[in-house]
DNA sequence: CCCAGCG
């Protein structure tokens, strides 16, 4: 099969879908044709008669002989299910087969294969960066799996998209946390090493150098990659102009536009843009989720925009062996966390640990390190300063086990995390005894990155805790192995060899 | 609830 559009699965054959519609996977039922109330969604249906199908080649055999043998690649073919792409207006895209197809500067491709160390595009980036790099710039929503490279996507089009001999920003990309957005930066610089291109980061200062911006000098670098509330400051104080700014990205772009997360931010950086900027500004949306209620925002956000997705049976992440161990009681969990994640998870690698609140992670910290166990924890309530050493002890391996909030579930990138462990299950904190889909499929990313294995552990205790569980192996199509006794030595060691592990 | 930020 060479053709993402087409494919054996026939419920893949249809490109009839937008971001706006319903989910038709569960459903036989098509949407109703009556008046729907003014939401939008009438711009939205003729929209979608704009849409057409799109044949994107990509030899799917070839990519796995070639790239597989090659210890050094890091985007190796991490993701073997369809990519489904979906063009707006009338512009032929083929798959970029080789970097070179893309029309980038030396000093970028020399950037990519010898910073990166990549040597062909990986999936995701052969169908999406066409789309960015080509005219007319159309606007991009790009849904991509877990640890497929979607930062090395919207790093490179905004770094082919700039012109270094111009002083002002012209590209910028707005995170939904400090620590995403330092990480963005260190691909870019990595990747723009033998460019003239330069980048700012927008994120707050540390407390102890605050110095007011009024007194700092405007931002001249190519790039700003930040955080919305940062960002916002920089305008404001109009020490960062936005009017050359030709290419907007959002990082994690579901949560930025969901209402509960930086809905109201986005929407306001996006019309400031718009205003100033002499050309139309392209707009690419990057997460590994998009759930309806987004899809459908998201597609009144973004102007006629190219499309990439993936079904959400395919999210579910088959590298990462995802475990529920029945816990009779909170102390039980921490027992699991003391004799069974302290025992065998130093041996595969890094840990993180996940829980619901600020105040339970700061706790469970200190259960543990009260009586020995050593780790980290991160959250927002630390100061700036701290949140960064922390990061950068674990980036580098000092640390081993974090206990972390939602602050770290989307986007942290650290290769050597194999085992994930939700203390406390995702659920909606409106209503809590939903599951949120979207947080638990990121926070089980956090293992198994870029292809390799991973293991997952849920600790249950409540009645709560199971039927919340047991929606989400309903939602995923997933049915979670369970460690049958939560005091045994052997069904943790089964579990993690079964994960292949050990 | 989690982020983000208020100088």
Redesign the pocket.
Known sequence: MSDVSSSSDPTLDVVKKSWGDEESDDEVTSAPDAPEPSDGRDIVQSELKKIESLSISVDKGKDKEDDNDHSEGLLDNPEDSDIKAVTAGDTIYSAAEYFEDLNLTKDLIKGLYVEMRFQRPSKIQAISLPMILIPPYKDLVAQAHNGSGKTTCFVLGMLGRVDPKIKSPQAMCIC????LAIQSQDVLIKMAKYTDITSFLA???D?AY?VPIAKLPPVTDHVVI?????IK?WTTARKLSTGEIKILVFDEADHMLSE???RDDSLRIIKEIQKNSGVRCQVLLFSATFNDNVKTFVSRVVNDANQIFVKKEDLKLEKVKQYKVYCPDEVAKIGVIKDKIFEFGQKVGQTIIFT????SARTLHQTLTKDGYECTAV???LKQEDRDTIIKEFKNGVTKVLIT???LARGFDQSQVNLVINFDLPVK?YFPSEPDYEVYLHRIGRAGRFGRKGAAFNLLCTDRDRAIMEKIERHFDLSVSEVVNWRSEEDFEKALQDAGLL
Do not use: C, M, N, V
Not at 176 to 179: A, H, L, Q, S
Not at 356 to 359: A, L, N, P
């Open positions: 939904p946390t400090r620590e994120i707050p200062a407390s605050y930040g955080t919305p509330g940062t400051k509960d997360g930086f619901h609140t600020r105040d959250q927002g309530s909030t939602d602050l904190h």
